[in-house]
């Protein structure tokens, strides 16, 4: 039985508290590319759905990147001359610059603020801020804190370790009738952050699940991997894969009160920029269609000129555009259960259309069919207009030459995708529609 | 010689009245898909034009349809208990569902009710209403009469058959030069309806009345048949014609106030759309381009996959767009003489785009030939811009490459097509210009 | 050392009084399409670039057209019956209609009148008119001194000739790597016009000059030809090298206050296009695109169908579109130094972009090259946006796939040329781009 649009009406309100939950229960974890936060993490998602767990050794050699040393860190604080700690870690893992050395000194303010982070004008937030590819440590804070920091002798204390170690990815592969895939993509590389990126972990995850239980066409797989070097690593280690892969999209800060965007392929005309489209117009709610460009998220890597693969990415409001992007503002107040749930449920319209979408041929194309004789059309003439049904029925009827999908002739006639595919079955159950083709 | 533009510069004011008489002639003719009242009419487009009527015999199979018995009516009526006739046919065409059964019982108001067709919204019309294809009864009055019926026992009495007969349509071909041909199709199966469609059958009969007498490119065949059943008896019976047919145009609803719509055609590059944009915009009226769909009136036969004919659609306000469509409103005070003259005007300048369009090659294509020694340009230097028809030789030679046709110059430049076809003669008699091909 | 973008940053308004006061020098001389004010004007050029001047016999056959006699003037004048001089060619060259026979006879009033030329709407200007083609005389004078003429026997002189001579143009041809060339045409016929078209000859002039200089990768050709008959002429003796011709512009009327306006090549997709569109984008001054259309300049001979070269035309306000154009009123306060700056500033732009644009392939296009390790981006993570030349390095990487070239780069990414072109720099030093082609 193929994918059921009935799920779209599933309660989801419901999944929301959901969704919510599992970003409530994964926020304390201190992430970073590498290291145990990402390992509890990724445990955290395969109590939810079957993930496999893979693990890439330091030093492996990954297109023009090298998989870095694993990061860990125990505790980390500064103190003041009185014993006090002034900047805790434990208060908050972002306080930490992720991928600082271990260190145990004391040092004057002077020389402490050249290993200070913060943000003037958002001075109530902690900024987000890493170090992976160059050894150094720091600190950050909020500008409030910063600037009434007193001249004093700080010692500064950082418990972590940078040694040799693994990369971890999670991976998930539902295998549907043909070997043709889907790829669903997110990141897991951020600390306390909520809606960059616990709200796609969490998405993606119940996606996942709802999906193992359906007869799929496609095969789908999803991958909970650190940001730019965990994409590179699954690029890098999957390339005998790269050929089944149709579409993809990359999931990521889908939480929080702004409208959907959705940013397009850097090909100019493929299949999944229609499909999120329709999608999106189908469902009733303000989105906005971004251009391709080559910054952003992990589309930065399935997008670039030798991988090339048709992979979209969707997001609430994009990174960078929200005064709470990579600070401690994007925290659970940040996200609501709601928009959660409307992400979800735009994706699942998504894959209801990839599913459904086929080429049908019209065996009776010389003028209409009569439909009235089966059934299909009202058999008292001369009113004004026709039923939604009886139009989508004509329009299927004519443009089902072999060259247009149910897509095709959705987004031709303006009606919704579920419109078009739900008259087409009346079609095919009287035979005037043949199979051609899944598209 | 051929087609000459001065027919349109014929008094208009005076063919608008000779179209509104012919329509008022055929206004009370009860016609239906099939019967008396189609061969009435056709007879009465013969007195003006040499029509070949025929007849498609019961029971033919076309595509995937069977032509119908054939339905003829004497009489009509509702009597209510006193003897008075209630709802009488002879009043109005419209009272009887097209194709009612014969029957003549007595019942009750809530019976009759069943048989009933009212528009409360419109409360003084009495709808059109239609049961071809489905062995029933009913009348038709306006929802002011239905609502103010007393209970009563009344008499319901139709002097109606239905047996084996014929299916008639009329057809008028006239011989061009080239076998090549341009398809006029108009339905005659509507009652006393003036817009829809005795509209069409006036300005589709007076149109080939006026190319009878000239000496044209194309051949030209003009039908008459009934909607839908028609069309599709028409084509399953020539497909050995269809692929002489170059264009194609449905005319029907010409006669209201509305401006013209051109209903674009299935294919999205087809000449035919770019030739009627061109004639309606030259028209310097309002107008409107209405994209393809595959509801409406004959185009819906001629544009199916399997037959798909590149045949546009001219109204003026489309069926469903007006209140008085399809009911007692739609009478002769609806049409008017005035735009009936302005749509035939409009589909002969079509024609003559369609008769005139040449693709031309430039004999002297480096750089300009000298007009001036031609006597085509001002001698004296040095004024302000260049008069329109230089301007447009200019264009002409530039764009005859062989490429082009005079309808893409008169595109590309914005110019009238009359302007271009104008300045193309003077090019021509000085040999700058040789023809290449008949667009 | 290629074409240098920092020639643009030069001292701008110091060049606008260079360019300004070379208009100024050649102000007084009458020219027309033959004669010694032609040569004349054509040394004052010599002065500045080693420029060829060449010559054409009167009678050579151009195409369809043929070379005239040469018209030289000397003196010319309408005298009253007191002997004074009401009208005189030596006050104002416009007061001679160009190529006027000579003559010396006295008239009435009345008979005069039918020789004289003026605009009643601009009542203080002298129009300017031509006779090439036509043998006859006349004069040019304000409408308002054309209404104060008593009744009088006037005696009119003209003392100019009209003999076998030839026609001049200069050429000057700068030779780079490539054969290929780029054309810069400007016309040089007109009298004591300032915009039209001394604005041209000085700037193509100083264009010439400053790309003298330069190590360049294309070859330039300059012409400066009288309009119409000089570009046939040219191109009827130069066919051998039309071939050769990858770009061309037509430059004319850069001098006045009007905003810059390209006007568009008569191929619908050409790269002279995309090239000074972007160019004029970057200049972040108001501009406007034209269509092509076949009036104009001498755009309307090098975009013949039988010619067909990439050349559009740059001008300020088009002929035609000012009330001074070609009268006395396009004069040395109607010309605006900064303006031809301006001008010149914008065709280096869009010499830059032609000499600059190249195709490269990103030679790690896997995934993205990891930036950091090249020194090429922030080793501080998580903060908000890029920087413009990583964000177009990101672009030129992700582009340079050897489909693109860096302008099709800079007008997908919305970034400057100038900006894309720096970037790629970077990327060709740390080995990342290869040079496939030059665009």
Same mark, same amino acid.
Not at 199 to 208: M, Q
Not at 343 to 353: P, R
């Given at each position: 039985m193929a994918f059921e649009q009935t799920l779209l009406d599933e309660d989801f309100s419901n999944i929301g508290q959901k969704l919510y939950a599992f970003a409530e229960l994964m926020y304390p974890v201190c992430r970073s590319i590498t290291g145990q936060g990402v390992r509890d993490t990724l445990e955290m998602v395969r109590e939810k759905i079957p993930l496999t767990i893979n693990q890439v050794p330091t030093g492996t050699q990954v297109f023009d990147w090298e998989v870095p040393r694993e990061w860990n860190i125990k505790d980390a604080y500064i103190k003041n001359s009185k014993g006090e700690k002034v900047v805790d870690f434990k208060n908050n893992n972002l306080h930490i610059v992720s991928y600082s050395t271990p260190i145990d000194v004391t040092m004057t303010l002077s020389e402490l603020k050249k290993h200070l982070h913060t943000i003037e004008k958002q001075p109530d937030c902690i900024p987000y801020r890493t170090s992976y590819y160059s050894e150094s440590w720091g600190f950050c804070l909020s500008y409030n804190q910063f600037k009434t920091l007193p001249e004093d002798d700080y010692q500064v204390f950082i418990d972590s370790s940078l040694e040799e170690g693994v990369l971890n990815y999670g991976e998930y592969y539902i295998a549907g009738e043909s070997k043709e895939e889907i790829l669903f993509y997110t990141h897991?590389?951020?600390?306390?952050?909520c809606n960059d990126n616990l709200s796609g972990i969490s998405t993606v995850t119940y996606l996942a699940k709802i999906l193992t239980e359906q007869d799929l066409h496609f095969s789908y797989r999803f991958i909970f991997a650190p940001g730019t070097i965990g994409a590179i690593s699954w690029l890098s280690l999957n390339e005998q894969v790269l !050929? $089944?892969?149709k579409h993809g999209l990359i999931v990521?800060?889908?939480?929080?009160?702004g409208k959907l965007n959705y940013k397009r392929n850097r090909n100019l005309s493929s299949e999944i920029d229609r499909v999120v489209c329709k999608a999106l117009e189908d469902g009733n709610k303000e989105f906005e269609i971004l251009e391709f460009s080559p910054?952003?998220?992990?589309e930065r890597q399935f997008c670039s000129p030798g991988i090339n693969l048709d992979v979209g990415r969707l997001t609430r409001? !994009? $990174?960078?555009?929200?005064?709470?992007?990579?600070?401690?503002?994007?925290?659970?107040?940040?996200?609501k259960a709601e928009k959660l749930a409307e992400s979800l449920q735009a994706i699942l319209q998504i894959v209801n259309i990839l599913e459904n979408n086929k080429i049908y041929i019209n065996?009776?194309?010389?003028?209409?069919?009569?439909?009235g004789k089966r059934g299909l059309y009202d058999k008292t003439g001369g009113k004004q207009g026709v039923e939604q049904n009886a139009f989508a029925m004509l329009w299927i009827l004519n443009q089902s030459d072999g060259e247009h999908s149910l897509l095709d002739i959705a987004i031709r006639s303006g009606l919704r995708f579920e419109t078009i595919s739900n008259a087409s079955k009346s079609l095919i159950n009287c035979g005037l529609l043949k199979l051609v083709n899944k598209a």
């Amino acid at each position: 039985m193929a994918f059921e649009q009935t799920l779209l009406d599933e309660d989801f309100s419901n999944i929301g508290q959901k969704l919510y939950a599992f970003a409530e229960l994964m926020y304390p974890v201190c992430r970073s590319i590498t290291g145990q936060g990402v390992r509890d993490t990724l445990e955290m998602v395969r109590e939810k759905i079957p993930l496999t767990i893979n693990q890439v050794p330091t030093g492996t050699q990954v297109f023009d990147w090298e998989v870095p040393r694993e990061w860990n860190i125990k505790d980390a604080y500064i103190k003041n001359s009185k014993g006090e700690k002034v900047v805790d870690f434990k208060n908050n893992n972002l306080h930490i610059v992720s991928y600082s050395t271990p260190i145990d000194v004391t040092m004057t303010l002077s020389e402490l603020k050249k290993h200070l982070h913060t943000i003037e004008k958002q001075p109530d937030c902690i900024p987000y801020r890493t170090s992976y590819y160059s050894e150094s440590w720091g600190f950050c804070l909020s500008y409030n804190q910063f600037k009434t920091l007193p001249e004093d002798d700080y010692q500064v204390f950082i418990d972590s370790s940078l040694e040799e170690g693994v990369l971890n990815y999670g991976e998930y592969y539902i295998a549907g009738e043909s070997k043709e895939e889907i790829l669903f993509y997110t990141h897991i590389c951020h600390p306390s952050l909520c809606n960059d990126n616990l709200s796609g972990i969490s998405t993606v995850t119940y996606l996942a699940k709802i999906l193992t239980e359906q007869d799929l066409h496609f095969s789908y797989r999803f991958i909970f991997a650190p940001g730019t070097i965990g994409a590179i690593s699954w690029l890098s280690l999957n390339e005998q894969v790269l !050929p $089944n892969i149709k579409h993809g999209l990359i999931v990521a800060l889908v939480g929080d009160s702004g409208k959907l965007n959705y940013k397009r392929n850097r090909n100019l005309s493929s299949e999944i920029d229609r499909v999120v489209c329709k999608a999106l117009e189908d469902g009733n709610k303000e989105f906005e269609i971004l251009e391709f460009s080559p910054y952003g998220y992990d589309e930065r890597q399935f997008c670039s000129p030798g991988i090339n693969l048709d992979v979209g990415r969707l997001t609430r409001t !994009p $990174n960078n555009s929200y005064p709470e992007y990579h600070t401690s503002a994007d925290n659970l107040d940040f996200i609501k259960a709601e928009k959660l749930a409307e992400s979800l449920q735009a994706i699942l319209q998504i894959v209801n259309i990839l599913e459904n979408n086929k080429i049908y041929i019209n065996v009776s194309p010389q003028c209409e069919p009569q439909l009235g004789k089966r059934g299909l059309y009202d058999k008292t003439g001369g009113k004004q207009g026709v039923e939604q049904n009886a139009f989508a029925m004509l329009w299927i009827l004519n443009q089902s030459d072999g060259e247009h999908s149910l897509l095709d002739i959705a987004i031709r006639s303006g009606l919704r995708f579920e419109t078009i595919s739900n008259a087409s079955k009346s079609l095919i159950n009287c035979g005037l529609l043949k199979l051609v083709n899944k598209a």
